[in-house]
T-cell receptor, first 112, second 115 residues
């Protein structure tokens, strides 16, 4: 019963590098989302998806891309890393409107 | 604008005492309400939710929350605090219509339980 799996757990990038944060869930949840968590700012929604093939922007989408080719996977791509993207990133999934979210354990990203 | 407020950045409680973590919201209609907990260096964990029905909702780890429609509040409570309850607590609201399952999040309240 893995739930939501995020990889990697830690990553250091140089400014301008690109990378993909992986997120996979094995609960057949329709909804998946990416958040970033910064000190004093709570959770901010980056992108979300309500099903395979459907994605949309959240509150802070600039500098990030997503795709949802399968129900299980929802990768987050950083196109050209900037120090402002230093944060902890969480992936979450939900079975639908009545369900709570299940969160991954997070990826701590540092951009130098 | 729709919003969720957690008016206390930090709540300090002695072990064994009752605890309350406050949440109020400004959302039209009848929203769904949630509480999550985050332990240090961990992801958020779902605690409980209110969808409809009884205003007192029971959740994980002995927590409960009381929905008050007239005061637009959803305070988290526990009768007897444990040191292990020390964590960051988030209130979240899903406003209707629920076409995209998104949540509006409070900023979080740090709960410190002192032995």
């Amino acid at each position: 019963n893995a739930g939501v799996t995020q990889t990697p757990k830690f990553q250091v990038l140089k400014t301008g590098q690109s990378m993909t944060l992986q997120c996979a869930q094995d609960m057949n949840h329709e909804y998946m989302s990416w958040y970033r968590q910064d000190p004093g700012m709570g959770l901010r929604l980056i992108h979300y998806s309500v099903g395979a093939g459907i994605t949309d922007q959240g509150e802070v989408p600039n500098g990030y891309n997503v795709s949802r080719s399968t129900t299980e996977d929802f990768p987050l791509r950083l196109l050209s890393a900037a120090p402002s993207q230093t944060s902890v990133y969480f992936c979450a999934s939900s079975p639908g409107q009545f369900g709570g979210y299940t969160f991954g354990s997070g990826t701590r990203l540092t951009v130098v | 604008a729709q919003s969720v407020a957690q008016p206390e950045d930090q709540v300090n409680v002695a072990e064994g005492n009752p605890l309350t973590v406050k949440c109020t919201y400004s959302v039209s209609g009848n929203p769904y309400l949630f509480w999550y907990v985050q332990y240090p260096n961990r992801g958020l964990q779902f605690l409980l939710k209110y969808i409809t029905g009884d205003n007192l909702v029971k959740g994980s780890y002995g927590f409960e929350a009381e929905f008050n429609k007239s005061q637009t509040s959803f305070h988290l409570k526990k009768p007897s605090a444990l040191v292990s309850d020390s964590a960051l607590y988030f209130c979240a609201v899903r406003p209707p219509p629920d076409s995209n399952y998104q949540l509006i999040w409070g900023a979080g309240t740090k709960l410190i339980i002192k032995p």
